[in-house]
């Protein structure tokens, strides 16, 4: 199976930070790597897929990079909307994996 | 709108069988794959089986193979987990999601159902 290990597990920011989080494959995905951002008690929403596709509707300041092993989240300016859970999953091969999350927290 | 409605979530106990439904609304439910995905209270998110539009491919985490079966009618437009041997580690907020991607599940989920809880105790 597919490892999918991001860091850090939370961070904190203020509004208006660049925020960068990482997801690592335990072996190659290509660009099969999606995002996710998840809100206390709300179904987990897609952001990008395809490492780097934003999803219809999702906000500019989120972009995707990566490919292979190594991936990354980028939030440019960070708003008060994004304090929330970020999951990466590898949509490579099944089992489909997801990575550990990482919390985003107000400073 | 586009809607997913996930039920048959409750407190059954260990070695039982629970049977979720999810009725699919706003769009052509035939033409998609689905998948079921699983929180755990506190914990992340876990990828539970996958299925084709035309139920013709399923897939399943090793944590519930042969004690899990995903199914789907398209005729009422509905996703089904029958869930059977349940243990402790089965609690968790349950979720159904539909492929981005029609068919096959390389482009992740864009449409989610709002999740039941079942609770194994």
């Known amino acids: 199976d597919i490892q999918m290990t991001q860091s850090p597990s939370s961070l904190s920011a203020s509004v208006g930070d660049r925020v960068t989080i990482t997801c690592r494959a335990s072996q190659s995905i290509s660009s099969y790597l999606n995002w996710y951002q998840q809100k206390p008690g709300r179904a987990p929403k897609l952001l990008i897929y395809g490492t780097s596709t934003l999803q219809s509707g999702v906000p500019p300041r989120f972009s995707g990079s990566g490919s292979g092993t190594d991936f990354t989240l980028t939030i440019s300016s960070l708003q008060p909307e994004d304090f929330a859970t970020y999951s990466c999953?590898?949509?490579?091969?099944?089992?489909?994996?997801f990575g550990g999350g990482t919390k985003v927290e107000i400073k | 709108q586009v809607q997913l409605v996930e039920s048959g979530g409750g407190v059954v106990q260990p070695g039982r069988s629970l049977r979720l439904s999810c009725a699919a609304s706003g769009f052509i439910f035939s033409s998609y794959g689905m998948q079921w995905v699983r929180q755990a209270p506190g914990k992340g998110l876990e990828w539970v089986a996958a299925?084709?539009?035309?139920?013709?491919?399923?897939y399943y985490a090793d944590s519930v193979k042969g004690r899990f079966t995903i199914s789907r009618d398209n005729s009422k437009n509905t996703l089904e987990l029958q869930m059977n041997s349940l243990t402790g580690e089965d609690t968790a907020v349950y979720y159904c999601g539909r492929h981005r991607n029609y068919i096959d599940y390389d482009e992740g989920l864009d449409v989610w159902g709002q999740g039941t809880l079942v609770t194994v105790s």
């Open positions: 999953q590898q949509s490579y091969r099944t089992p489909l994996t």
């Open positions: 299925i084709w539009y035309d139920g013709s491919n399923k």
